[in-house]
């Protein structure tokens, strides 16, 4: 049974907790330390952010301000495009972390599968690694041509990899999630609300009602049943509770293959399928 802050346990047996709170778009400063803030007081253990989001020093704010130990939660940042390389990534992950004043970083991952210089960003990943300022390293919007490349040279295998995924993309996004499997890469979902977008589709409308469930919570649900670490984001503290408040029902196999017929090859980011 999966319950709140279950740990999935990744390739290097660190632990990750399964659903984490995604907090891309919340830069209103203060605001933004209470929401986090709200949300670990409520009981999420995960934050995502990224150097991307603008609000590294918000996130580091709310985990001291909200009383828990620095180790009792779960803290992810990005590098950003425009560092790729080995000096220019040590440099960005150092300035994520004086933003963040933290020591260390739960998990770190490369946005973004920016051509030529990702492989440099990634012999910097393993020396940050190593030296144990990051507990995790990982990759993010990798597909299978990414994750070739990087196995030939890696030293470390990556841990997680972050990508769109919910029912409307799944099917396209099956051959990346089982080459991830087979190298025990962890899969996390990003956008599992498909921000927002598809909350209205009379498919996912009717199954949620079997449920009395909303639509947000059975997609939040679907990538937990599968296994995946899933990190939506709300800045409402109503949403923040509701998206949480998913552990306490299962979807039945038959309606897990009826929110899988729902794809549409959908992406409402970035579709890295033919980054080269
Ligand atoms: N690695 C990457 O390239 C990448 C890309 C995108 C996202 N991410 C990460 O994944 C996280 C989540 O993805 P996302 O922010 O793109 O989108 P998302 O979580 O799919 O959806 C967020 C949107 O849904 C709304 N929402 C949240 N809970 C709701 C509910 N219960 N009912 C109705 N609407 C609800 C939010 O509005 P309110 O905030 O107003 O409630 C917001 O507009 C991000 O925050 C970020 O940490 C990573």
Redesign the pocket.
């Known amino acids: 049974m999966i319950q709140m802050n279950s740990l999935i346990e990744l390739n290097n047996q660190k632990t990750i907790p399964c659903l984490g709170l995604?907090?891309?778009?919340m830069t209103l400063g203060t605001k933004t330390v209470e929401t986090i803030t709200y949300a670990l007081q409520k009981g999420y253990r995960h934050l995502?952010?990224a150097s991307l989001y603008n609000n590294e020093s918000e996130v580091g704010e709310a985990v001291r301000a909200s009383g828990l130990r620095r180790e009792d939660v779960f803290v992810t940042t990005?590098l950003w495009n425009s560092d790729h390389g080995y000096d220019s990534a040590l440099k960005a992950f150092e300035k994520s972390l004086n933003l963040m004043k933290f020591d260390y970083v739960d998990l770190y991952l490369i946005?973004?599968p920016v051509p030529q210089r990702r492989l440099e960003s990634w012999r910097a990943f393993e020396k940050l690694y190593n030296e144990g300022s990051c507990k995790a390293i990982g990759v993010?919007?990798y597909m299978v041509q990414h994750i070739d490349e990087l196995m030939k040279q890696a030293k470390v295998v990556p841990a997680v990899n972050?990508i769109?995924l919910h029912p409307f993309n799944y099917t396209q996004r099956k051959p990346v999630v089982e080459h991830c499997q087979k190298h025990s890469i962890c899969i996390e979902c990003?956008?599992?609300?498909?921000?927002?977008k598809r909350?209205k589709d009379a498919g996912l409308v009717e199954c949620a009602k079997r449920y009395g469930r909303?639509t947000?919570q059975l997609l939040i649900r679907w990538g937990l049943q599968k296994g995946f670490v899933t990190?939506?984001?709300?800045?409402?503290s109503s949403?923040i509770l509701?998206?949480a408040n998913v552990f306490d029902f299962s979807i039945s196999e038959d309606d897990m293959n009826v929110l899988e017929m729902l794809n549409e090859n959908y992406s409402c980011?970035w579709d890295p399928t033919n980054e080269p």
């Open positions: 995604g907090v891309y778009e995502d952010t990005k946005h973004w993010s919007n972050q769109e990003y956008s599992p609300l498909t921000k927002g909350l909303s947000a990190i939506p984001k709300s800045a409402h949403r509701e998206n980011t």
